[in-house]
């Protein structure tokens, strides 16, 4: 629920104030957050994880692929210490490095 509160905090001083909302697939394919401004799309998704893998930006690669030339990027938030790629345009970085 923090992670609520801080992404809406932040969307509260841009101006004009980005969409957040998330993303579920019939299938149960699931993003926690899509941050739409400009007609470009960010997919966040949030692990505990310190040390997250490709397959935990799964759902965000099907995210990427879904939407396409829309979507800027994938951010994947852990409580790891690097910063690093999982796949392309999906980043893995410390939420508190982020936020």
Not at 13 to 42: C, H, M, N
Not at 47 to 76: I, M, N, W
Request: proline share 5%; glycine share 8%.
């Amino acid at each position: 629920m923090a992670w609520r509160c801080d992404l809406l905090a932040w969307r509260e001083t841009e101006s004009p104030r980005p969409e957040v909302s998330y993303w579920r697939t019939a299938q149960g394919e699931e993003v926690d957050f899509v941050i739409a401004r400009k007609r470009q799309l960010l997919a966040i998704e949030v692990k505990a994880s310190g040390a997250p893998a490709p397959r935990d930006a799964r759902h965000l690669q099907t995210f990427c692929e879904e939407y396409g030339a829309h979507v800027r990027g994938g951010l994947l938030l852990h409580g790891g210490e690097e910063v690093y790629w999982l796949g392309e345009k999906i980043l893995a970085a410390p939420w508190w490095k982020v936020i």
